[in-house]
Structure formats: structure tokens, C-alpha cells
């Protein structure tokens, strides 16, 4: 009996050893699962800035990309504005064959489609534009002065950007012209 005894006092001795490292380990789990609302708070607020910063990365790349491809179309297009011009002399020149007017036909296809990638010929129309418009002879004229004659060169936009200025002749009055003679006499 003695020994049934002790064999029981082991076996419950063990059990409550058990009992206490499963006590001790739900406690440490149970301290770890809690974390102090101020560390919670911190962590959130990381988190939150993280993906903020990381959807303005998105839209920043993409705003880049973007713009790198409106400067690569530019560059392609202001090296085509020569073309244009050759063709536009072309077509002005040359007599109505039927030669020409396949030539005229793949010309309205070539700009169609400049145009729908964002080409826009300069308005030239009206008064001149300093930013659109580059004088290369002033001519004296009834019209208003500042006003355009004529246009020697086609002027082309991409969208906002300016590929290549419109070249033309402005109107100068007969009266300023004398007046500039007088002052300087």
C-alpha cells in the first residue's frame, strides 16, 4: 500500500507540475496577446501612413509614366512636322491627277491620325501670340497692327505642348512707321 501511495502522490505530484507549466503557459499567451493601446495605436498609425505613402507612390510612377510617354509622342511629332510641311508643298504644287489625289487621300490619313494622338495646328487667325506665333516680317497694311498677314510656316501644339511656333508676317501701320522716322531723326 505504501507503494500505491507513493505511485499516487508521483502521478498527482506530476499532474499538478502540468497543470501549472499549462497554467503558466496560457498566462504568458494571454500577456502576449495583449499589447498596450498606446503600442496598438503607434502601429496603426504606421500602418495607415505606410499605405498612404505607398498609394502616392502608385499615383507619382504613374503620373510619370504618363508624361514620359506625352514627351516621347512630342519628340516623334516634331520630327514628322518636316514631313507635313513637304507633303502640304506638294499637294500645293502639283496638278489634280489621279496620282494626287491618292497622295491628298494618304496625307488626310497621316494627319487624322496625328491628330487623334493630340496634334493641333496653331490658330492663326487674329492678333499675335508671342507664346504661339514667331514674327519674321512686319508689313505695312490696313489691318490692325499686331494683326497676322499671312502665315509662311504652319505652327503645331501636342496637347499643351508647343512643338513648333507658327511663322508669320504681322501688320504694321503706315502712322507708327512715320513716327519712328521722326524720332529718330
Not at 122 to 144: A, M, Q, V
Not at 154 to 175: F, S
Request: charged residues 40%; proline residues 2%; negative net charge.
Amino acid at each position: 500500500m505504501v507503494e500505491e501511495d507513493k505511485d499516487q502522490k508521483e502521478r498527482q505530484d506530476k499532474a499538478n507540475a502540468q497543470e501549472k507549466e499549462e497554467a503558466k503557459k496560457q498566462e504568458s499567451a494571454s500577456e502576449q496577446k495583449q499589447v498596450p493601446e498606446s503600442e496598438y495605436l503607434e502601429l496603426k498609425e504606421r500602418l495607415l501612413r505606410l499605405a498612404a505613402e505607398f498609394d502616392n507612390y502608385k499615383k507619382r510612377t504613374a503620373k510619370e509614366i504618363e508624361n514620359a510617354k506625352t514627351l516621347g509622342k512630342a519628340e516623334l511629332m516634331k520630327k514628322l512636322l518636316p514631313t507635313i510641311d513637304e507633303f502640304e508643298l506638294a499637294l500645293s504644287v502639283s496638278k489634280d491627277t489621279n496620282e494626287i489625289k491618292g497622295f491628298q487621300m494618304i496625307y488626310s490619313n497621316f494627319i487624322d491620325s496625328l491628330k487623334s494622338e493630340g496634334l493641333s495646328e496653331i490658330e492663326t487667325n487674329g492678333k499675335y501670340d508671342p507664346y504661339k506665333h514667331e514674327i519674321i516680317l512686319t508689313r505695312e497694311s490696313k489691318e490692325k497692327e499686331g494683326t497676322i498677314i499671312e502665315v509662311v510656316r504652319k505652327g503645331y501644339m501636342l496637347n499643351d505642348i508647343l512643338l513648333r511656333p507658327a511663322t508669320v508676317i504681322v501688320a504694321k501701320n503706315k502712322e507708327s512707321n512715320e513716327k519712328e522716322d521722326k524720332k529718330q531723326d
